[in-house]
T-cell receptor
Framework: KAGVTQTPRYLIKTRGQQVTLSCSPI?????VSWYQQTPGQGLQFLFE???????NKGNFPGRFSGRQFSNSRSEMNVSTLELGDSALYLC????????????FGQGTRLTVV | AQSVTQLDSHVSVSEGTPVLLRCNYS??????LFWYVQHPNKGLQLLLK??????LVKGINGFEAEFKKSETSFHLTKPSAHMSDAAEYFC?????????FGTGTRLLVSP
């Protein structure tokens, strides 16, 4: 059974640009959530989707957005990139309505220059 | 809101000695608790989970954790450290539709 797949693995973008990250969950999993990991702030929750509906959102500016498709694949978008957006972005999938078990992808390392 | 506190930012052990990584939680109801491990430049791997069944939880790679409600603790232990255990460990509590992470404990294992 394939795990959670995140693409691309690495990205370098310039300030002001926008970026789209992709996450394919484990087959059959309907919940996808996103986290940002930085040395200063640790792991912070961005948002969670279940069956194409955003159920929860973290405390991030509106430049961060996401969506989930009917096949459960999810994308997150960051517009008007800032240097502080440089981070490891992790996606997790779960087959439970409540997060009793979540499996993570290897992440996308975003560097903003 | 629920939270977890990892009491040590770094723990150093020698190979073959026991490992203890400490975690306290704060929750207004019976929580779901997890330990995840992250090796350098990797994603997060689930070590074990507690979801109100047995209070002593066994995980992968010889790790286990004990849920102690009276102490609001969920410490991670392993009887004998291996070099491959060197990594960052996160104690995590589940809220509706999201996970709340501790700040992490870096485990260093020396030969």
């Amino acid at each position: 059974k394939a795990g959670v797949t995140q693409t691309p693995r690495y990205l370098i973008k310039t300030r002001g640009q926008q970026v789209t990250l992709s996450c394919s969950p484990i087959s059959g999993h309907r919940s996808v959530s996103w986290y940002q990991q930085t040395p200063g702030q640790g792991l912070q929750f961005l948002f969670e989707y279940f069956s194409e509906t955003q159920r929860n959102k973290g405390n991030f500016p509106g430049r961060f957005s996401g969506r989930q498709f009917s096949n459960s694949r999810s994308e997150m978008n960051v517009s008007t990139l800032e240097l502080g957006d440089s981070a490891l972005y992790l996606c997790a999938s779960s087959n439970h309505r409540e997060l009793t078990e979540a499996f993570f992808g290897q992440g996308t390392r975003l560097t903003v220059v | 809101a629920q939270s977890v506190t990892q009491l040590d930012s770094h723990v150093s052990v020698s190979e073959g000695t026991p490992v203890l990584l400490r975690c306290n939680y704060s929750s207004s109801y019976s929580p779901s608790l997890f330990w995840y491990v992250q090796h350098p430049n990797k994603g997060l791997q689930l070590l074990l989970k507690y979801t109100s069944a047995a209070t002593l939880v066994k995980g992968i790679n010889g790790f286990e954790a004990e849920f102690k409600k009276s102490e609001t603790s969920f410490h991670l232990t392993k009887p004998s450290a291996h070099m491959s255990d060197a990594a960052e460990y996160f104690c995590v509590v589940s809220e509706p539709q999201k996970l709340v992470f501790g700040t992490g404990t870096r485990l260093l294992v020396s030969p």
